[in-house]
Structure formats: C-alpha cells, structure tokens
C-alpha cells in the first residue's frame, strides 16, 4: 500500500470530493469550524504556509483517503482533526485503508514534534475500532453539552476577567491540583496562545479558568475549575456566556471529563443539555530507552544511563 505523504495541489479534486464524506474527530475544530478542511489543505501546500492544520493523503488500491491533524510544529500533542471518507462498518479493505492512514498521520505527528495524537471519538462507531486496532488507547470519558443559541443573561456580578500573562503561573498551579495525574499524563494544560477566562480569589490565586473556542458553527468552553468553587460554578458559566460574541446566534458547549461530573448541575443551571458522549483517545509517538549514549571511560564505567526520546515506528496493519 503506498506510504501516506502530505497534500500536493495535485490533490485539490480529491480533496473537494472527500471533503463532504469526512467525519471529525476533534471537538473543537469539529464544533466551532466543521468538517472544512478545503482552505486549510490549500495554505498548508504553499511555501510557508503552515496554519497549524497539515493535511495528508494516502492513494492506494483505486482509493483515496484524506486525514488532516491539528497541530502547532513544535508542540507535544496533535489532535486528528479529520479523516474522509468516513468509515462503515464491515468494510475490511476501508479498515485496512484507514489504519495505514492512521499510522501514516501519527508518525508524520512524531516528526513534527509532537508526543502523542489525540482523537475524540463516538465509542459505537467504526471510527473507534480503527483507532484502537492503530494502537489508541482510551485515556479520559467525557459528556459534551450544549446550549441552544439564545441571548445571554444579564450577569449579577462581573466575577470573571480576561486572562493576561500575568495568570499563567496561577492557571499552571490551577491544573496541576485540579486535574488527576492520570489525566494529565495526555492533556496539556491551557496555553498561552488561546483565549481564556479566569476567576481570581481575594487572596489572587487562580480558581478558574475556561478556555474558549470560536467559529463561524458555535463556540467551545473547557473549563477548569477547583472544586472548591463549586457553589459559584454556576454563576461563572453564567459570566462567561456574557463574554461570548453573539450566543444568540450560535450554540455553545462545554466539554466535561468524568472527573469533572459535579459541573453537570451547574451548567443544567444555565441551561445547557446533555448532546453527545466520547472517549478520548491517545497514542505516544516517543518510547523511553536507556542506554549509554556515549562509551564510558574505564573510570567512569558505573555511569548512568542517558534517557533519549526516540520517535516510535509506525504500528504494522492488523490486516
């Protein structure tokens, strides 16, 4: 089967014909941009044009398969943000298709730096099972809730404010108390580059914060709050909607972890819904090894071992 390679202007037809049968497999470009990943494949094609949303192709058996990732060179976690055509179940020659894809996409991943890909699934569909045959294991649950579009609610009290520079120390001490170790083994906290809202204490620790994404199909919040908070939950959801451009135009949700279960109240407060559910799913692509990375001088022979980060091999088709 022929290696998975970037997108070439060549592809353009493939690309517009795929485009529609594709599915997403990441919240946030999925419910704020929608499966459009024309404009991006383009940009991402010129010179210097790399947005943060490489695409990639795999042409074999009279086939053509497009996966796009969500990722800033550099950094350690990718997203899959796309693939296309979506996959049925039963169709052994897709399956095998979609892995070499997968595998494809998680080493070109590695190579621009990233650790590990990440990928939000429904747990039912086909999708899943390709996932976890790739070598995805599940790492986190999470419920996604909606709000309708609908004007905001004049808030009581201003309680939130826009995060500046100055919070990212406190954001940081925020999410190593307020998320399990587990947890963020495989997710990042907030960066710096996103935009967020915090809620500050009398004594200005950080006890809040909630990132928020935004396009043209609705806006995405993650939240982060100490459980400490719990009584103002509610009131701070309330706060944040206020920032929001235009919630009466677009549905809003908020993706909540299990480990976050004590938010459902409060959002259902404000009137978000229970929409969908998902497994979050992740694959490293560096292993540790431990071996001298030089040869010890006779005196020196107990000399610890060096720990490297080497990008692993892609996993080899089940099929």
């Keep these: 089967?022929?290696?998975?390679?970037?997108?070439?202007?060549?592809?353009?037809?493939?690309?517009?014909?795929?485009?529609?049968?594709?599915?997403?497999?990441?919240?946030?470009?999925?419910?704020?941009?929608?499966?459009?990943?024309?404009?991006?494949?383009?940009?991402?094609?010129?010179?210097?044009?790399?947005?943060?949303?490489?695409?990639?192709?795999?042409?074999?058996?009279?086939?053509?398969?497009?996966?796009?990732?969500?990722?800033?060179?550099?950094?350690?976690?990718?997203?899959?943000?796309?693939?296309?055509?979506?996959?049925?179940?039963?169709?052994?020659?897709?399956?095998?298709a979609w892995l070499s894809l997968i595998d494809g996409v998680t080493a070109a991943a590695g190579a621009r730096g990233a650790h590990s890909v990440h990928a939000e699934v429904d747990p039912g569909s086909a999708a899943f099972v390709a996932l976890r045959e790739a070598g995805f294991a599940v790492f986190a649950r999470q419920d996604l809730w909606r709000r309708a579009p609908a004007p905001a609610s004049p808030s009581p009290a201003r309680m939130l404010q826009p995060r500046t520079s100055m919070h990212m120390i406190g954001v940081g001490t925020l999410y190593a108390n307020a998320v399990p170790r587990l947890v963020q083994q495989a997710a990042p906290p907030p960066e710096a580059d996103e935009r967020g809202l915090v809620y500050v204490n009398a004594d200005r620790s950080v006890a809040g914060h909630i990132t928020v994404y935004e396009g043209r199909l609705g806006i995405l919040l993650k939240a982060l709050l100490h459980p400490e908070v719990c009584d103002e939950a509610a009131a701070l959801f309330a706060d944040a909607i206020t920032y929001l451009p235009h919630p009466e135009r677009a549905p809003v949700y908020c993706a909540v972890q299990r480990y976050q279960d004590w938010l459902r109240g409060p959002l259902a407060e404000v009137g978000f819904e229970p929409w969908a559910r998902q497994v979050v799913m992740v694959k490293y692509t560096v292993r540790r090894v431990q071996h001298p990375a030089y040869q010890p001088l006779p005196a020196l022979e107990q000399a610890p071992p060096v720990v490297e980060m080497q990008v692993a091999e892609p996993t080899a088709n089940k099929r």
């Excluded at 089967?1 to 493939?14: A, C, K, N, W, Y």
């Excluded at 999925?30 to 499966?35: V, W």
């Excluded at 404009?39 to 044009?49: H, I, T």
């Excluded at 943060?52 to 800033?72: C, E, F, I, K, S």
């Design 1 to 96: 089967m022929t290696e998975v390679r970037s997108f070439m202007l060549s592809d353009v037809p493939l690309l517009r014909r795929l485009a529609p049968l594709g599915v997403s497999l990441d919240t946030v470009t999925g419910l704020t941009r929608g499966i459009s990943p024309v404009n991006d494949a383009f940009l991402a094609s010129l010179p210097l044009g790399d947005r943060g949303m490489p695409t990639y192709v795999l042409r074999a058996d009279g086939r053509g398969l497009l996966a796009q990732l969500r990722h800033r060179e550099g950094a350690t976690h990718a997203h899959i943000a796309y693939i296309a055509p979506n996959l049925s179940d039963g169709d052994d020659a897709a399956m095998a």
